[in-house]
């Protein structure tokens, strides 16, 4: 959240280009060729150095601008004390239409520097995340999601005249509506959340603590510091090690240090000379991570295409091995040329697909998840199996 002064959507830039932290792992930058120097901060206008970034260059934006809070004073507690609240000059506009041809600026800029498959994140508050998504809409992008970003800490209402603002919204949008091959790393995420979707609501704290950048007399550096775990939550389920991050609002560096701690690469743009030096040796800092805690597993799609005669082949399942839907009201015998008959009466035969869909009266089904096999005494989705040979020859490729 930060950049542009009251009804202003451009400042003459002070343009210089500063690669920080290092360079990143050969194996990383191998996946994807920045089209600027990789891991750099831009020192100017978002609105000017878009316009100067190559069409179709980076695999991700992550976007966190003003939020036009429409502050007309200052905000007191009841005991008459001062909040800390966002009062600074680059989010301040003179009206609605200011703020929304603002928006539809950047926005426009944003869309040609992405690569036909790139997604666009925006976080924002009820403020602007409306005007925000249908501006959006308007200019071609596809919305894949909203999410509700719910803080765990959130600053009360003091006033005690509206409901606790607990939550910001992310609005995550692909280029377009017939945008193909977009990141979602769905098998990672579902893996590292104990085998279940990861949800759109996601709690997590305000930056806070030794991560809460501080200035020269203790205060906040930035009053909108988003905590590093909510921009790693974003990298990880969008991105892949070596992608080109962009963040047109960098403000005090959190996606760039999270970023080059994942194994990405970024180009962030910040117009202020506070936050540009703060997000320098921020990220600076930072040590990536090795490359063996990077690795993604392979997507359904990407992973070696494995047939059910296979595991009959292996000896996975033994021919005559009775299968069962999950609660064991459906049942099939498995034949040795990997087909399946189903039992009660009937003579059809088939895949484990075609049979699925049939024992069900669908036209189509997921042979794999749909059948189980019972081994030492529970059900388990064959899938299962599959899973097991897939790693087996994972191992003889080595």
């Known amino acids: 959240m930060r950049l542009v002064a009251k009804g202003t959507l451009q400042r003459a830039s002070r343009r210089t280009c500063r690669p920080v932290g290092g360079e990143r792992s050969e194996s990383a930058a191998a996946v994807s060729a920045a089209p600027w120097p990789p891991n750099s901060i831009i020192h100017g206008d978002s609105l000017v150095e878009l316009s100067r970034l190559p069409a179709e260059s980076v695999d991700l934006v992550f976007a966190d601008p003003p939020y036009n809070l429409q502050l007309k004073g200052a905000l007191k507690r009841p005991d008459e004390s001062r909040v800390d609240a966002v009062d600074d000059a680059w989010d301040q506009f003179e009206s609605f239409a200011a703020y929304d041809a603002f928006t539809r600026a950047w ?32 200019l071609g992008f596809w919305i894949l999601n909203d999410i509700v970003w719910r803080k765990a800490n959130p600053m009360p209402n003091f006033r005690g005249r ?21 990141t979602f790393n769905y098998e990672a995420l579902k893996g590292g959340n104990e085998d279940v979707q990861v ?12 991560e809460r950048l501080k200035d020269g007399a203790g205060r906040k550096l930035h009053p909108t510091q988003k905590p590093e775990a909510l921009i790693a939550r974003i990298l990880l389920s969008a991105s892949k090690a070596g992608d080109v991050v962009l963040d047109p609002f960098l403000g005090s560096g959190t996606t ?20 540009v030096r703060a997000a320098q040796e921020r ?12 690795l993604a597993p392979p997507s359904a799609r990407e992973a070696p295409r494995v047939a059910f005669a296979s595991l009959v082949e292996r000896g ?13 009201r459906v049942r ?7 087909t399946i008959a189903l039992t009660g009466g009937t003579a059809n035969v088939g895949s484990i697909h075609r049979m699925g869909a049939l024992a069900q009266g669908a036209e189509a089904c997921n042979g794999w998840t749909f059948w189980h096999v019972e081994q030492e005494g529970r059900r388990h989705p ?11 020859m994972g191992i003889a490729a080595e």
Not at 109 to 138: C, E
């Open 283 to 294: 990220i600076a800092a930072i040590e990536p991570l090795p490359d063996s805690a990077l």
């Open 316 to 328: 996975l399942v033994v021919p005559g091995t009775e299968l069962t839907d999950a609660k064991g």
């Open 332 to 338: 099939a015998v498995v034949r040795a040329d990997g």
């Open 256 to 275: 760039g240090a999270v970023a080059k701690r994942l194994g990405r690469g970024f180009i962030g743009i910040e117009r202020e000379d506070d936050y």
């Open 162 to 182: 509206r409901f606790t603002n607990a939550h910001e919204t992310l609005i995550w949008a692909a280029r377009a509506p017939d945008a193909k091959g977009y």
């Open 107 to 138: 926005l426009t800029a944003a869309r040609r520097v992405m690569k036909p498959s790139a997604t666009l994140w925006v976080i924002g508050s009820y403020h602007n995340i409306f005007r925000i998504g249908a501006t959006m809409q308007d």
């Open 382 to 392: 064959i899938d299962v199996l599959r899973a097991r040979l897939r790693a087996e």
């Open 199 to 210: 949800r759109s609501d996601w709690l997590f704290p305000l930056c806070t603590g030794q």
